[in-house]
């Protein structure tokens, strides 16, 4: 008796039982993949309570498996439990040996956080100027007092000086120093001068120095680069042979 070798398939009854990602469920938590979103959902429809913790408990290990340097991580088993039961839509009933999340908790949004500073006049001082003024208005008047009114002075000087590449008057750092603190401080008719410009600006290079690389540092990365290339660096040899 002759078998038939090979089964001739309709293309219609082929194409029937093509699942499609547009016609699937959606995946809650896409990192596991489809197969572990499978198990979980056949984990809830399992009747026996027994039978489901052991599958619950096989899903966990399962999870774990996929990140193994963190599965005996306490804090990382509480992870897994939670994402098991964000992962069945919150529709396994399983023991848990952690609190078990509620819908509510994890669609919890935190509250917004306003700006310190929304339109500040004066950009160039920046936001921490306006505290220290605020703090130096807190004082009782005094030589502690003094000598921080000072510092705030000769910093929005250094910063003014930063943004503006030349020359200010301290006038001009008594009247911003007088409109942002509201009036209460008044450097007018103080004796004592601020530090000076050209000391400020050369303060101001030295730390733009800092941040940019040297000559030494731009040499060497680009003969790393080079040799990365493969591309051989020519040296001159200034010794003729004999």
Do not use: C
């Not at 008594?174 to 050369?202: A, C, P, V, Y």
């Amino acid at each position: 008796m002759n078998q038939q070798k090979y089964y001739k398939e309709h293309a219609h009854d082929v194409v029937h039982f093509l699942e499609y990602n547009a016609e699937r469920p959606h995946l809650i938590i896409p990192e596991y993949g489809r197969h572990l979103q499978k198990l979980i959902d056949q984990a809830t429809f399992i009747a026996d309570r027994e039978e489901r913790n052991k599958a619950a408990k096989y899903i966990i290990q399962v999870m774990g498996s996929l990140n193994p340097h963190l599965r005996d991580v306490p804090d990382f088993q509480h992870k897994l439990w939670d994402q098991i039961f964000i992962m069945s839509d919150f529709k396994l009933d399983v023991d848990s040996p952690y609190p078990i999340p509620t819908r509510d908790v994890i669609n919890l949004k935190p509250e917004r956080l306003d700006y310190p500073q929304k339109n500040p006049k004066y950009r160039f001082y920046g936001n921490n100027i306006k505290y220290m003024i605020n703090v130096a208005n807190s004082w009782e008047e005094g030589e502690m007092k003094g000598a921080l009114v000072k510092v705030i002075a000769n910093h929005m000087k250094k910063s003014y000086l930063s943004w503006n590449k030349d020359t200010v008057e301290d006038t001009v750092i008594f009247d911003h120093l007088f409109e942002l603190s509201d009036g209460k401080i008044n450097l007018h008719q103080s004796s004592e001068e601020l530090s000076n410009t050209t000391d400020l600006m050369r303060t101001n290079k030295k730390m733009s120095n800092k941040n940019q690389p040297s000559n030494g540092q731009k040499n060497q990365k680009n003969n790393n680069f080079k040799k990365q290339n493969g591309k051989k660096q020519f040296t001159k040899n200034n010794n003729n042979p004999k």
